[in-house]
């Protein structure tokens, strides 16, 4: 977690929008003016804030890449449209049908790529590049996490560039024809630092074939940096691999990449400690739980073999990593009706990674697999664990103390909802996502939560805020030491096509559309929770923020934020 007693004033010119009648003040972090969409991440105790932007408006398509005779173009747009866009009069509707194109052609390297995900500092509404250097973004890039000495990680999938490429004379193709084509830049996925002296990439413990990859996690304040990556390769696959990728039929990074994507590489979670210059040194391989926690795999050559890996989510100033990693029980054989055949018992449960140390703290018999989430500087850790609970699989949430060794799960909203703490700060609070049901159904919402552990509240943050403020609060992201939270909020907007107009209806009257924006809320001091309805439905305070769970796709789109 982040920790300083720093705390600097908001920005005058971000919008406002507050009653004393609430306990949260509401700070409009998006939307952007070039983007449709913004996704919080994280926020530092200065009140700096990061995130991840989507749908990019007039998105810049090359023209002269598009095969208008592509089924996708022709079966949407007229042959009038298509010839006007051909000369360069793209309406909003041909625009969505040429990124549609773009879409599907994503395994096509003729084709212009298309990117999605795009980095932005929150506070200041400043767009960020990562990896990418050229004007268009090629590329998908996502922030991380930020540090109160203002450093990032984030990671970015390969930049590319057109390169003219003729494959070599076979048999087959004794002529070939000379292609324009996109050839990626080394490692399909690579986690970078940046810090007021520049950016530096976080080497993966394996780097020979295509770069290996590294995927960033978080940061500290004292030097470490916890991520995920390749940590070697079968030596099988490094000959197949480098006798395909001899750049014959296709260019030698191209060809990487395309092997890449199917994962060839063995991995494992990764800690780099900055040196005295700054400069991330070589990764520290994380340990796994291994069969019945012996670190080792099962033995038993009957039975499939289980990859067993750590995944590092958070960690503190002292270095104290928290995460999950696989476990597995041979003496416990199932029979697996995915598979149709009997295996070794495994699942994924919440870790405590303490330097060379992996500790466990669930208890594998009563819950079918948990995640530690975040840990604050008093040794606090959150998490969640999964059971069934009336049919069906439910996570929970839970408060460990690694310095007295006491596992709690307070109650949230009710029995059955399914919880999932995001980030505890020093104070004790946390906040996450929780399940609230739609009124007068049995649809379940999911909304932003806030839990108060001195004083055992567990609030749903919509109630928190004034009556009728507009935002419905789906997911509470990160809370620093002021208590302030960074979450991300469906807003009632007037709604723009892909070119950034706005839509009208028949009447020329504007239409509006639910987004998702980033949104700040601040503490209000003596605040009051704003009396909406004289009717509270059971179980949590008000309706107010209910969003159906469709609105989590739209989450989980960016999901690979922190998860591989």
Partial sequence: MKF???????????????????????????????????FSQAINNNNQSIGNASDLYNYPVDLDEINFDAPIITSNLSAVEIEDTKKGNVSARALSVLLQYLSEQSTNYTVQRYARTYPVRLDTKQMVRIRETSTVQTNNEYLIDINDLNHTVGHATAPFKQQRFTPAATQNQPNPVEQNLWVPEKSHLKAILTTDKGSFTLEPFYNDVGG????SRGLNNTGTIIGFGSTAMS???????????????????????????????????????LDSFGKPGVPRVLKVFGDRYTGQPHTLN?????????????????????????????????YNGNTGRDEVYSAI???VFDG??????????????????SINNKGLVVGYANKIITSAIRSKFFIYDYNTDRLTFPADLFETATTTPKKINDNNKIVGITEVFTPGTSARSNVGFVYDLPTNTFKDLNSLLQCNSGYNIVSADDINENNVILATAVKQVEKRDVKGE?????????????????????????????????????GYERQGGAVHFGWMSLLLMLGFFRRK
Avoid at 7 to 36: C, D, I, N, R
Avoid at 305 to 331: F, K, M, Q
Wanted: glycine content about 6%; aromatic content about 8%.
């Fill in 302 to 334: 009957q039975y499939t073999g289980i990859t067993y890996t750590s995944t590092p989510n958070d960690l503190n100033d002292a270095g104290l990593v928290v995460g999950h990693s696989t476990w597995s029980d041979s003496a416990d054989i199932r």
């Fill in 502 to 538: 706005l839509v009208l209806d028949s009447a020329g009257n504007v239409i509006k559309e639910p987004v998702a924006i980033s949104v700040q809320l601040n503490p209000i001091a003596n605040g009051t929770i704003d009396n909406c309805s004289t009717e509270l439905s059971e």
């Fill in 235 to 273: 030596a099988e696959s490094e000959a197949v691999i480098k006798a395909n990728c001899d750049g014959g039929q296709t260019p030698e990074l191209l060809c990487f990449y395309q092997t890449a994507l199917a994962d060839p590489y063995q991995s494992n979670g990764l800690v780099w400690q």
């Fill in 4 to 38: 300083t007693p720093m705390f600097v004033a908001l920005l005058p010119a971000l919008t406002v929008f507050a009653s004393q009648a609430a306990t949260y003040q509401v700070v409009e972090l998006g939307p952007l003016s070039t983007h449709k969409s913004t």
């Fill in 212 to 215: 290996g990859f590294a995927i």
């Fill in 349 to 351: 449960h919440a870790a």
């Fill in 356 to 373: 060379d140390e992996i500790k466990h703290f669930i208890d594998d018999q009563e819950w079918l697999g948990s995640s530690a989430t």
